[in-house]
């Protein structure tokens, strides 16, 4: 691994960006309810991919989000991966608060999702901070391919087909970084639940090169080619061999919570 990178998400410069950007249609009471605020927001406009295309409470769940410090650990992590001027593709980006801190870094970024009021507001965040950067649109068409690392921090948990995006994501880049979260009661409608030891198989099959579980319920893993020692992989490999295990007696367990959530 190569020595981290100094990466922080700037708490105050979240909150500021935001108001300075939504101006008198700033509601603070959205912000604190960022969750609740969403889920009603989902339930009135009724379908997913309209949401994914038209949400304006992701500016406030993903500003919540995105201080609350949930993804730094991740963020460290990748920075261990690979050294700055790494090109990176920031996949399901949203707000893009993960990638603006990268490319602050050093990091160079590019940025993918749909074309809806986050990544908007993103673009806005890229000329305010004076950051060029490429911003996709989904719905347009892929990214090209090039990337030294692509990922996609709770992403995976919200498309409908895992093992397509991952493939998706192995086509752009060269290794492949992404949380793969247990299904929880009680979770979001928004999250549908994983298939956890195919996706670790997956991860597994693909040359792991890190594995670190997070939150109780988080894995983060990353896989493919990047200057990792030989030590490290194998300890990544040894780890991730112990988590599938765990994840293959757990399956039933999984596979019943999923059935409970389906039918509440």
Not at 89 to 103: E, H, M, P, Q
Not at 105 to 133: C, H, K, M, Q
């Amino acid at each position: 691994m190569t020595a981290p990178a100094a990466v922080s998400i700037d708490e105050a410069r979240e909150f500021s960006e935001l108001r300075a950007y939504l101006g008198g249609s700033y509601d603070h009471g959205r912000l604190e309810a960022w969750e609740e605020q969403l889920d009603r927001e989902l339930e009135r406009i009724g379908d997913e991919d309209s949401f994914y295309r038209s949400s304006e409470g992701y500016l406030y769940n993903l500003t919540a989000f995105a201080v609350s410090q949930t993804k730094l650990p991740y963020l460290r992590d990748l920075t261990a991966l690979v050294a700055p001027g790494a090109r990176l593709l920031d996949y399901g980006c949203g707000i893009g608060s993960d990638g603006l801190a990268l490319a602050e870094a050093g990091y160079t970024v590019a940025f993918a999702d749909f074309d809806n009021p986050s990544t908007r507001y993103l673009r806005w965040r890229l000329e305010r901070r004076g950051i060029s950067a490429h911003v996709y649109d989904l719905d347009a068409g892929p990214p090209p391919p090039g990337f030294d690392l692509a990922y996609a921090f709770d992403v995976i948990e919200h498309v409908r087909d895992p093992l397509a995006t991952i493939a998706e994501l192995e086509r752009l880049a060269g290794a492949v970084l992404v949380n793969l979260l247990e299904p929880e009661a009680g979770d979001t409608p928004l999250h549908h639940p994983l298939d956890l030891p195919a996706l670790l198989a997956r991860a597994a099959a693909g040359g792991p090169l890190h594995y670190r579980r997070y939150w109780q319920r988080s894995h983060l893993v990353a896989w493919g080619a990047a200057p990792v020692t030989g030590w490290r992989r194998r300890r990544a490999r040894a780890r991730l061999a112990l988590v599938r295990q765990r994840a293959r007696r757990c399956g039933r367990d999984w596979v019943s919570l999923r059935r409970r959530r389906r039918t509440t």
